[in-house]
């Protein structure tokens, strides 16, 4: 289960800084914790024998750790295990508007984002393996590790689980009208913000599944939490 972090603030790195807008850019523990929490998913970008890759995976936080899950055979968790694990930089996107401007060139979008940038190791202990594990499922959907079964030897030495520890880490973020130049105020063309939200449907069981096993009723009427 996820934890908030204490109160504080990241201190701004050359690696967190942004070139571009730095004025969007916050580094307080509350702030960047709440968007990783509400993201499900994230992009890990890393080195490999000298090419960039970037690939989705699952993450979660606990207190101020992040897990990133992979497969024991992926290139992430071969580097991670390596001794001294390797650089990596996680990021998250949430979108929360499409801006719609006068003019082309304002275009924008009203979203939160951050960035951690740390060393990804692999988890080892037998423990904090199935912690991180369970974890992701919940992150997954709140409360669904009462609702399956542990995984079993094998499926752990299955899986991997890569550890960043949330130290050097930013947030930006854009809310609002679109910045429309004050010449183009008068001109014929709607501006304003178009909402994105993110919604679940109804649960559809799965077709193996004995017609008496009812719904779990947080699955049922499905939310995550929001900002």
């Given at each position: 289960?996820?934890t908030?972090?204490?109160e504080?603030v990241?201190?701004?790195t050359?690696?967190?800084?942004p070139t571009?807008?730095s004025?969007?850019a916050?580094?307080?523990v509350q702030?960047?914790?709440?968007?990783?929490?509400e993201?499900?998913?994230c992009?890990?970008?890393y080195?490999?024998?000298?090419e960039?890759?970037?690939v989705?995976?699952i993450?979660?936080r606990?207190?101020?750790?992040?897990?990133?899950?992979t497969?024991s055979?992926?290139?992430?968790?071969?580097?991670?295990?390596?001794?001294?694990?390797?650089?990596?930089?996680?990021?998250?996107?949430l979108?929360?508007?499409?801006v719609?401007a006068?003019?082309q060139?304002?275009?924008?979008?009203?979203?939160?984002?951050?960035?951690?940038?740390?060393t990804g190791?692999?988890?080892?202990?037998?423990?904090?393996k199935?912690?991180a594990?369970?974890?992701?499922?919940?992150?997954?959907?709140?409360?669904?590790?009462?609702h399956?079964?542990?995984?079993?030897?094998?499926?752990?030495?299955?899986?991997?689980?890569?550890?960043?520890?949330?130290?050097?880490?930013?947030?930006?973020s854009?809310?609002?009208?679109?910045?429309?130049?004050e010449?183009d105020?008068?001109?014929?063309?709607?501006a304003?913000?178009i909402?994105v939200?993110?919604?679940y449907?109804p649960a559809?069981p799965?077709?193996?599944?004995?017609?008496?096993?009812?719904?779990?009723?947080?699955?049922?009427n499905y939310?995550?939490?929001?900002?």
């Amino acid at each position: 289960m996820t934890t908030e972090s204490s109160e504080g603030v990241y201190p701004a790195t050359e690696r967190t800084t942004p070139t571009r807008h730095s004025d969007r850019a916050r580094y307080d523990v509350q702030a960047i914790s709440a968007v990783l929490d509400e993201a499900i998913t994230c992009h890990v970008g890393y080195v490999d024998d000298g090419e960039p890759i970037v690939v989705p995976t699952i993450h979660t936080r606990v207190d101020d750790q992040l897990y990133l899950h992979t497969s024991s055979g992926s290139r992430l968790a071969k580097l991670a295990g390596a001794e001294g694990g390797t650089p990596v930089c996680v990021t998250v996107t949430l979108l929360d508007g499409l801006v719609l401007a006068r003019s082309q060139f304002n275009h924008s979008m009203n979203y939160r984002s951050v960035v951690v940038r740390g060393t990804g190791t692999a988890v080892t202990d037998g423990q904090e393996k199935l912690d991180a594990l369970a974890a992701v499922v919940e992150h997954i959907a709140q409360g669904r590790g009462r609702h399956s079964r542990p995984p079993t030897g094998k499926e752990l030495a299955a899986t991997a689980l890569v550890r960043v520890p949330i130290a050097e880490a930013s947030l930006k973020s854009r809310n609002g009208p679109p910045n429309d130049d004050e010449g183009d105020h008068e001109l014929p063309y709607w501006a304003g913000v178009i909402t994105v939200r993110t919604s679940y449907g109804p649960a559809f069981p799965a077709p193996d599944l004995p017609y008496d096993v009812p719904v779990p009723q947080q699955l049922a009427n499905y939310t995550r939490r929001t900002r």
